[in-house]
């Protein structure tokens, strides 16, 4: 789902740039994704009333998605 045309266009429109994913070893639905965007990008996109339901929508569970950001020197 990830890599479908319509998460490509999603992210191209909201100028989220993804870097990395991954799943952890210690449970097979934790996963990790790191997107590159302008600062505050990626917290206003994931409190998106909208995309909140897109995410649900695909049997993900919003409730425990993580947001940090972080910065380069």
Do not use: C
């Not at 999603?10 to 639905?29: A, Q």
């Not at 897109?54 to 998605?65: A, G, M, P, Q, V």
């Amino acid at each position: 789902m990830f890599d479908s045309p319509e998460i490509y266009a999603f992210h191209k429109t909201v100028e989220l740039n993804p870097l990395y994913r991954g799943k952890s070893f210690i449970g097979p639905k934790g996963v990790i994704v790191i997107h590159q965007a302008e600062e505050g990008v990626a917290k206003h996109v994931f409190s998106d009333p909208e995309t909140i339901k897109n995410i649900e929508s695909r049997r993900l569970i919003y409730s425990t998605t993580k947001i940090t950001t972080w910065v380069s020197d």
